[in-house]
């Protein structure tokens, strides 16, 4: 019988230590998780700002286009040789998932606006094999990226900008925002495993926009 309770004892320990059920919110620079239910609270959450960019279609994308999807974000640049591919390929794997599901988009923004011209993303995305108008590759006023990048997504120096942070270099990090527009998910996007978790937060918040 002690044996039987000190095992009673552990799992109802183990299960008080557990992560609550659903994905968290983000609304500060350091990604410290909320947990809540409470749409009183989740109101006053941090949200992506407007903003206004240009897709390799030359179609203007702005936060309107998103609305009321989920959607993954990430900074690349289309000349990148190191760690672009693999945080393409991670964002592939999810795209694959969710080929033709309206309710799901991509956006990845372009670091060397002055380079990457619609032209040259619509050369990107034929190479990559990217179709259709469900992950945009963005462009835009590098103000406007940079802008987007630190206020929206929280992309911070040590995280993406160069010590005089007038130049924004880039970085690993995939960011997943809910249908209202709040950041709920931070993944290393070099990791091919972290696609399996991006695609389990995804079919949680898709459950959440439908009800």
């Known amino acids: 019988m002690i044996r039987l309770g000190l095992l009673l004892s552990s799992l109802l320990l183990l299960a008080g230590c557990s992560k609550p059920d659903g994905v968290p919110y983000y609304h500060t620079p350091d990604f410290t998780p909320i947990w809540t239910a409470d749409q009183n609270r989740i ?38 040789p190191s760690i672009c591919p693999k945080m393409m390929e991670t964002v592939r794997v999810v795209y ?33 094999g990217i179709s259709g108008h469900q992950w945009h590759l963005v462009t835009g006023k590098r103000k406007s990226i940079n802008t987007v990048a630190r206020l929206s997504y929280f992309v911070e ?12 270099l880039h970085t690993e990090n995939l960011i997943l925002v809910d249908h209202q527009g ?30």
């Open 182 to 211: 709040h950041i709920r998910g931070l993944y290393n996007g070099t990791l091919a495993v972290e696609a399996d978790r991006i695609i389990h937060d995804i079919d949680l918040l898709l459950k959440e926009r439908n009800r």
């Open 157 to 168: 120096k040590e995280q993406g900008f160069l010590a005089d942070s007038a130049q924004f």
């Open 96 to 128: 694959d998932r969710y080929r033709g599901n309206p309710a799901v988009q991509f956006l990845s923004h372009s670091v060397t606006p002055e380079r990457d011209s619609v032209r040259v993303l619509q050369n990107y995305a034929h190479r990559k």
């Open 43 to 80: 109101d006053t959450l941090h949200t992506v700002f407007p903003f206004r960019l240009v897709d390799q279609f030359g179609d203007t994308i702005t936060e309107r286009t998103v609305g009321n999807t989920v959607y993954l974000a990430n900074f690349f640049f289309t000349a990148c």
